[in-house]
């Protein structure tokens, strides 16, 4: 039995998130929000009280003001972050954040903590929101810049040492017994609620186990929308009528081992491939049986009269909301995971708990995790809970912690561009497995995307920010920043950046041209990139008409660059124009060869530029997740370095290893959904036998 009853009032279902609060920054309590927390331009504001003058004189800068308000603007993840600082002689008297236009859960919902926080410090340099790095850093550099207009005085924030060699591991946290004023008792328990945790709550809930959910953020994540196995029901249907889309397994596990040069767990990937499709299955026909949704098998693996240099594989499957409920923002897969569970009888708000983070795992004397301790993000208190069974830790991966994106990918943080939010994840999750023994993967390994672009006058690399750029993985001609052809730009994703971290500046062009709608339907893309039906009829996951538009707003915003001569798009690109003319026209004539002889792309992937207009954009990565973890076996149970079971600890998806290596291996569509579903199934089926 708990010992305190699990209230939901941070349990969220299709609402926005609320402001987390930030009772545990001392003096905060005692300096009074704004009356409505609302600015008049939507953001959140905090405001020292008379009587709180003298209580905060001690954090003042020492520095003099004229008195007076001012504002300043700092590009973050989705939006310019606009802060708007009043101060009188000696002291900030009021602090407005602008942070509407991020992330809702995750930028968007940090300018009431760090208004306070700047408020009472009295200073810019405080503390960043370690879920909301970018969005974070941009409030510190704009409120800097307030406070140099007030004072006449140049202010900085100091940076926090996220240098390669800095120490992103630490020491776990103690935390005191006195200070736990919480404890909760089940036999299973989930730390994360995404693409592993949901199938592992619901296994486990039809298996009538007693089990509880912790999610940090204010509401679960949704599943991705492709999801990769071999041998599905709706994979075999598709073969009978397009034999081409038929799977070797022992090919598609070599496959994936040959992505990962060999530093995987072979048994790993097999088990994938022999249990993917009983997972998809299973989690496909709980959707399908809520009658609200359709599962599509994405029957497309290229024009096959042109053998690739990267064989593709047809293992995506999409769920489609049905034509009665594409507008009913209500439904989603989220809705229906939690309509299962009240149909297995049991309460989402007694089972999930949101705003909920990890802080450690708990373990007895014999090394065994009996649970962990965590912290309620509403009003900071610490919560201990009593795992009988076990912990299954689908936590996700470290993107967006800085400091171990610094240390343990350099190369991706070079390669990178700030754009849309992929994984909200911070290694949490990880840094308690390995603070528990376990070991980590030797090869720090990330799936990223060549959908991100920069303006003419930027580059690749993690403080820029830029723009989606969903056209980016169409096959046409690409060039580095000398105007220069360097790699067949059909294949991975991450094949071209990665050849891209070898050219100037870690960034390339995309060129095309007035006929590049004819053209992407030659190019028989799969997979999420593809922008027309697939043969068997399912969608894609975006269509052309949807993505040219978003490529027009690009236009009007200064990223894709439009012109009537490749000379004036040389210029616009600041590229080398006499080198960029060159490499077009040697591509054009390969292109009416039918042989791509200087990097051998495949024959209807070659197609040419030369109807005006042209257009050009900068472009780099997009970096959606992490995918190295910590070791697991079969039965996804963390491995310490000597390869024995750390008892009661089991992870699944991003968290976890042994799987990926280099690269993600692109061409296999939702593989790793797939291996996150699959697995996080088989761990709650594990722990629900015992």
Same mark, same amino acid.
């Given at each position: ?525 799969? $997979?999420? *990139?593809?922008?027309?039906? +697939?043969? !068997?009829?399912? &969608? ?6 949807? %993505?040219?538009? =978003? ?101 699944? $998806?991003? *968290?976890?290893?042994?799987? +990926?290596? !280099?690269?993600? &291996? ?6 790793? %959904?797939?291996? =996150? ?14």
């Amino acid at each position: 039995m708990a010992e305190k009853e699990i209230t939901r009032r941070t349990f969220v279902k299709g609402l926005a998130a609320g402001v987390a609060s930030i009772a545990a920054l001392g003096v905060l309590e005692k300096v009074g929000s704004a009356p409505s927390a609302e600015s008049a331009s939507g953001g959140t504001s905090a405001s020292v009280s008379d009587s709180m003058k003298a209580e905060l004189a001690a954090a003042a800068s020492g520095l003099t003001f004229t008195p007076g308000t001012y504002s300043a603007s700092a590009r973050g993840i989705d939006s310019d972050v606009k802060v708007t600082m009043t101060f009188d002689e000696t002291m900030i008297t009021n602090v407005e954040i602008d942070v509407s236009g991020e992330t809702p859960d995750i930028g968007g919902k940090i300018g009431d903590q760090m208004a306070q926080a700047i408020l009472t410090k009295q200073s810019a340099d405080v503390d960043v929101v370690a879920t909301a790095t970018v969005t974070s850093n941009a409030i510190r550099a704009a409120a800097a810049d307030c406070i140099s207009q007030a004072s006449g005085q140049t202010v900085e924030v100091t940076k926090p040492d996220n240098s390669a060699n800095a120490d992103w591991l630490g020491e776990a946290p103690e935390i005191a017994d006195a200070d736990i004023t919480e404890t909760l008792d089940t036999d299973i328990l989930i730390v994360g609620l995404g693409t592993a945790g949901w199938p592992a709550l619901m296994t486990a809930a039809e298996a009538g186990a007693d089990v509880l959910v912790i999610e940090k953020n204010s509401e679960p994540t949704s599943v991705r929308g492709d999801m990769g196995a071999i041998d599905t029901k709706w994979q075999k249907q598709t073969a009978r009528k397009f034999p081409q889309t038929a799977i070797d397994k022992m090919e598609a596990i070599e496959d994936i081992v040959r992505y990962g040069t060999g530093y995987v767990n072979f048994d790993l990937v097999r088990f994938w491939a022999d249990n993917s499709a009983e997972a998809i299955e299973w989690i496909g026909d709980i959707l399908e049986d809520s009658g609200k949704y359709t599962i599509w098998h994405e029957g497309g693996v290229g024009d096959t009269r042109y053998p690739e240099r990267d064989k593709a594989y047809a293992t995506g499957h999409s769920p489609a909301k049905k034509d009665a409920y594409k507008d009913d923002a209500t439904v989603t897969t989220n809705s229906v995971f939690l309509d299962h569970l009240k149909d297995l009888k049991y309460d989402p708000e007694k089972i999930i708990r949101c705003d909920t983070a990890l802080i450690r795992l708990l373990q007895n004397e014999k090394g065994r995790v009996t649970g962990v301790i965590a912290q309620d993000q509403n009003d900071n208190h610490y919560v201990k809970i009593n795992a009988k069974k076990g912990v299954i830790m689908c936590a996700g991966g470290y993107l967006m912690n800085t400091a171990m994106m610094n240390a343990l990918q350099p190369m991706t943080q070079k390669m990178k561009v700030q754009c849309r939010i992929g994984s909200r994840c911070d290694g949490s999750g990880i840094k308690a497995m390995l603070w528990a023994g376990a070991e980590m993967d030797p090869i720090h390994t990330s799936m990223m995307f060549n959908r991100c672009c920069v303006k003419p006058d930027e580059t690749a690399g993690a403080d820029t920010s830029g723009e989606w750029f969903w056209f980016g993985e169409q096959p046409f001609l690409k060039v580095n920043l000398k105007g220069e052809r360097f790699c067949n730009e059909s294949g991975p994703y991450e094949f071209m950046l990665h050849s891209m971290m070898m050219q100037p500046d870690h960034t390339y062009c995309d060129i095309f041209d007035a006929n590049n709608e004819q053209y992407t339907k030659q190019f028989q893309e799969v $997979g999420c *990139c593809r922008l027309w039906d +697939f043969d !068997n009829g399912a &969608p894609p996951n975006r269509y052309y008409d949807d %993505c040219w538009k =978003s490529n027009e707003e690009l236009i009007e915003k200064g990223y894709i660059q439009k012109a009537d001569t490749l000379q004036e798009l040389a210029e616009k690109l600041h590229i080398p124009a006499e080198t960029f003319i060159n490499t077009v026209q040697r591509y054009n004539v390969l292109c009416m060869q039918g042989k791509d002889d200087d990097f051998g792309k495949a024959t209807h992937r070659m197609t040419p530029v030369n109807q005006a207009p042209y257009y050009g954009v900068r472009t780099a990565a997009w970096h959606l997740t992490t995918l190295d973890g910590v070791r697991i076996n079969t039965d996804m149970q963390v491995l310490r370095e000597d390869g024995t079971v750390i008892d009661g600890l089991y992870a699944a $998806g991003d *968290c976890s290893g042994g799987f +990926f290596a !280099n690269n993600y &291996p692109n061409l296999f569509t939702g593989l790793a %959904c797939g291996r =996150s579903m699959t697995f996080g199934r088989h761990a709650a089926l594990v722990l629900s036998a015992m």
